[in-house]
């Protein structure tokens, strides 16, 4: 197996495995002169141990000597193939990520090691395979769940690993945004995102606002807990063709903030109009939202956001 391929398998970076090598004598055991290095599949299963006794808290070089030692004593492992991309993994680390892509796993390896360089690697390299839409809903999404439930049953144990990877899924959504440059944009009108008050989870209009940038749709980005009067007041400033509101909890989606806003004017006299209000986020579910878009996810709110300005989303 190439170093990188190892790398993708383990969910870290390939500097890491180099680092492993110098510090610790992590290497393959057999180097070709002049070609570049293969690890075998018992240098595979050593480097495993390693990261799973990483990942628990055993400090790197404790790590290190215990997984020499059971590489020295185990008998020589069966080939392993690396995974495919399309792969699905039931196990990742001690996060309960379920039946998901093979990429989560290592995803899920590296914010658990809290190997910053190996998370932000895993998340580049999902969007430019799989694109911005793949990426977010089949990668981050099912890693954000599992390290969420990780910490739920586990009292205050992984909230290190929540901001980590929340942190740098947050980096490498922004640097998939690319704001329309003037005269660029289609459409006049601007989108605007914005949290309700009392919202603090931005992610999900973070990935939306990528999204929209890749169609040219020109975006205001608000961010979390955006006071009410505020909203109201950016609404009647820019007139929007669309509202997005984010309410990840059921306390802080307010209905009939949603409906003012639907019902905010702009404009002159006799010619005035009013946004779409497109609503997102868990805590709407089962409030009588009628007349207001509720998409099913990224994909979908795309896809409606796209045809309401005539473009095409370029997602798979």
Known sequence: M????????????PTTLRSWDRRYGLGPAVRPDGRHRRWTPQDVAMLETMCRLTSVGVPPAEAARIAKEGAGSAPPAAPVPPPEPETRSRAAGTLPLGDVRQECRGLARA?????AAAVE????SAVAQHGLTVAWEEVMVPTLHA????????GDRYV???????WHVSTTLRRCTRPAAPGDAIGAAPVVLACVPGEEHTLALEALNAGLSELRLATRMFGGAVPAEALT???????????????????TASVPLARHVAATEWGVRGARRRPVVMLGGLGWAGRATHGLLRPAGLRDALATLAAGYGTEPAVS
């Open 2 to 13: 190439t170093t990188g391929a190892l790398a993708r398998r383990l969910g870290v970076s």
């Open 111 to 115: 914010a658990v090691r809290l190997d």
């Open 121 to 124: 690697e895993q998340l580049a």
């Open 147 to 154: 390290v969420g439930r990780k910490w739920a049953s586990s």
């Open 160 to 166: 290190e690993v929540e901001h980590l990877l929340s």
């Open 233 to 251: 007041a950016a609404v009647r400033r820019l007139g929007p063709a669309v509202v997005v509101l984010w309410a990840q909890a059921r306390s």
